[in-house]
């Protein structure tokens, strides 16, 4: 993957510079937004202000033992696995809103606050016969609140430019939900890290009269342990992606994306009791984190006169070309994201 993503960025390189476009790099253009998965993408002008809401829908369905397939009968202990209970599918609604505004033409700032719904299915054996039942699990509630500067490191007359993001994750989102009985949820069902966590990027950007590309390479590192006595995995994530520009509204973007996150380091102690007695993936800190990576397709739409003038709305589907879990996890299916951005 990684040779895969060297290749695409050299290509996107020189593709820009073969083709690149009079004047600076500009945002007033259906593509002038990235695909709306991304974030931090682009800088706005000195005193321009931006909301922007997301939803976006993610589904997992079936197991998988690093990158392999596994059933959920192989893997129950009564056929000779190590699990009392599996995961079965399990979906992911975030809902977010966001805002920017730039102090200056060196520097954007950002702020991002979630709202997480997640449902999860299981099967788990029952008493000495080990029957194997269904039951369910949700959790809702605010996530972690983001804060980021974006600073301008150089823009070129050939609609290129690079801006480097830095910015801090605020511990708000829970990390004791419990279930309905009051038992604490896995580490899959909490809804934030618990930890602050330092998120730095670097963004580039160009542009030709009809196509723009983009790439950003990024993570998330965690300061320390939370209270409950685990951190996150570290996460690095590098995007790439070109979009082209269809009409003066419209534009299409693909996109590849590379993900990868840690194990859990340390473990909560209710959530190590809860698997002592049900011994489940779910509550094991090693089956958590996982390499991914997906191929999106996008469609932006830029209102550009009438009452909705300078709104954007777009739409992204993203599905997994290869996945690789820590231990045992649920297989990504596909990710749906829905955005409403507007600057003034
Ligand atoms: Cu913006």
């Known amino acids: ?16 510079t073969l083709n690149a ?32 809401y997301r939803f976006m829908s993610m589904d997992m369905e079936g ?33 977010m809103l ?3 505004y730039a102090v200056s033409d060196k520097w954007t700032l950002m702020a991002m606050l979630n709202y997480l719904d997640n449902d999860m299915d299981m099967n788990m054996e029952m008493g000495v016969m080990k029957m194997v039942m269904k039951s369910s699990v949700e959790s809702s509630g605010f996530g972690d609140i983001k804060f980021s500067g974006l600073y301008d490191l150089a823009s ?15 511990p708000t989102g829970s990390i004791d939900e419990k279930a309905s009985d009051g038992k604490i949820l896995g580490y899959g069902m909490q809804l934030g890290s618990g930890t602050w966590d330092f998120l730095p990027a670097i963004t580039f950007l160009g542009q030709t009269d009809n196509y723009s590309w983009g790439a950003q390479v990024g993570g998330a590192l965690r300061m320390g342990d939370n209270d409950r006595g685990y951190s996150l995995g570290n996460r690095f994530d590098a995007i790439l992606w070109g979009a082209r520009k269809l009409t003066d509204s419209f534009s299409l973007s693909a996109k590849f994306d590379y993900a990868t996150q840690g194990e859990i ?20 800190p090693a089956s958590q984190g ?6 999106g397709l996008g469609l932006n739409y830029y209102c550009r006169n009438g009452t909705f003038k300078g ?18 996890q649920l297989e990504m299916d596909s990710i749906w994201s829905l955005g409403w951005q507007y600057a003034w």
Request: no cysteine; proline share 4%; aromatic share 6%.
């Open 1 to 16: 993957m990684k040779k895969l993503t060297t290749k695409l960025l050299l290509l996107a390189t020189t593709a820009s």
């Open 21 to 52: 476009h009079e004047g600076p790099w500009t945002a007033v253009r259906p593509d002038g937004h990235a695909p709306i998965t991304v974030m931090g993408d682009h800088m706005h002008a000195m005193g321009e202000w931006m909301l922007s």
């Open 63 to 95: 197991l998988l033992r690093g990158s392999d397939n596994v059933s959920t009968n192989s893997m129950l202990t009564k056929n000779g696995g190590d699990y009392a209970m599996l995961p079965e599918k399990m979906s992911m609604n975030m809902h």
């Open 98 to 100: 966001g805002t920017m």
């Open 156 to 170: 070129w007359d050939n609609g290129q430019r690079i801006h480097f993001n830095v910015g801090i994750s605020v």
């Open 265 to 284: 380091d340390g473990k909560d102690a209710d959530i190590s009791a809860r698997n002592m007695m049900m011994k489940s993936p779910g509550f094991d």
């Open 290 to 295: 996982r390499d991914l990576s997906t191929f």
């Open 311 to 328: 709104h954007r709305l777009a739409v992204e589907w993203e599905t997994p070309m290869s996945e690789d879990v820590n231990g045992v």
